[in-house]
């Protein structure tokens, strides 16, 4: 799924001072309350039923109904050819697209990886094939979802 959603009190990244650590620390803090990449159970099993066929009378928004989606809809675990896998044009090594396995941080920071002109904000991660997402968009939404700020 790919969509944009305007969240009221966003910082703008227009009135980001990338050269001001408090100003980017203020973003990394309004982001942090929303933006999760760790699984509150990555042992329980995924979701029985795929969880947007169930029923609205019997939705159960808990944890445990959380961790299940997450098995379930947001964990990349494993890369195809013609999906996501590529090969590098100069090394012939092949690599995810979606940058999956995901590194693991106890913070989060603004990250200029290599050969990217830009840097992106990588979430405090303890599950590196997680995909970031919003836990009220996916238990809403009960599908596959990447959340993250648009930063350029």
Known sequence: ?????????????????????????????????HIFTWHPNKACA????????HLFNTLEDTKQKLAEILNCLQRHT????????????????????????????DTSAFVKDTGRDFAELHTHCKDVILNSYNAPFILGWRANFDFRPVIN
Request: glycine content about 6%.
């Open 78 to 105: 494993n890369c195809a050819p013609g999906y996501c896998e590529r090969k590098k044009k100069d090394t012939g090594e092949t690599y995810c697209q979606f940058e999956f396995p995901k590194v693991c941080r």
């Open 1 to 33: 799924m790919h969509g944009f959603f305007w969240m009221e009190d966003a910082p703008s990244i227009d009135g980001l001072d990338t050269s001001n650590p408090i100003s980017m620390q203020e973003f990394i803090n309004f982001w942090d309350q």
């Open 46 to 53: 995924p979701a029985a039923i795929r969880p947007s066929a």
